[in-house]
């Protein structure tokens, strides 16, 4: 696989996704529904296919890396966000765990709520990811990987930012992140979706 070619196949997936997440009522949860119609899913393709841009040159300057991470660590944000939509039910009653990570509101009318999903801070949302060990190890690490070097963004600090090379090989990792979570979530029997196909073979080139 090259670099091209393992964003082409994340643009496919996150294109799937949005399609049918966007329009989930009588699927999904109502709760989730509702949010997940109501969030710009459509954006996250978007962004996916702006990784394109990353490859080239063959070494970026320190501010083009810079913007790659901050480009992969939206998509990432996005796509834990969508999973926290889907699993609304699960998400809302792990109030033990948002309690811990301080996720609740300390002020106004809704004070002691817990954030939504869509409202909850990237690293609130790593936390809670970690507490409940909801995805593998080496997937975890992935999430604080990417969740670091974009915040190289708030570029008045020394941040480490990698190399060229090991942004784009994390890219391929998030290709098979998006492929492992995009077959991990629930659909129809009849789903038939092409793009759950690819996210398959994917899985199935990485055993």
């Not at 998400?91 to 002020?107: F, G, M, Q, T």
């Not at 060990?133 to 990987?145: K, V, Y």
């Not at 930012?161 to 979570?181: E, K, P, Q, W």
Request: charged residues 25%; glycine residues 6%.
């Amino acid at each position: 696989m090259n670099y091209e070619t393992d964003v082409a196949d994340i643009v496919t997936i996150h294109m799937g996704l949005a399609k049918f997440w966007s329009n989930a009522h009588g699927w999904a949860p109502a709760d989730g529904a509702t949010l997940l119609s109501s969030a710009r899913l459509d954006w996250t393709p978007s962004l996916a296919s702006t990784l394109h841009r990353w490859s080239q040159p063959e070494v970026l300057s320190d501010g083009d890396l810079i913007l790659a991470w901050a480009n992969l660590g939206s998509i990432l944000e996005s796509t834990l966000r969508l999973f926290f939509g889907i699993y609304i039910c699960d998400y809302n009653n792990s109030a033990e765990d948002l309690v811990a990570i301080d996720a609740l509101r300390r002020k106004g009318p809704r004070k002691g709520e817990h954030y939504a999903p869509d409202e909850l801070a990237m690293e609130k949302i790593r936390q809670l990811i970690e507490r409940r060990t909801i995805f593998p190890e080496i997937e975890r690490a992935l999430i604080s990987l990417v969740q670091s070097r974009r915040n190289a963004i708030h570029s008045f600090n020394d941040r480490e930012i990698g190399s060229t090379l090991a942004f784009r090989a994390t890219v391929a990792d998030y290709r098979l992140f998006i492929a492992n979570m995009a077959s991990r979530l629930p659909y129809p029997d009849d789903r038939g979706f092409h793009w759950l196909e690819l996210a398959g073979t994917i899985r199935f080139e990485n055993r």
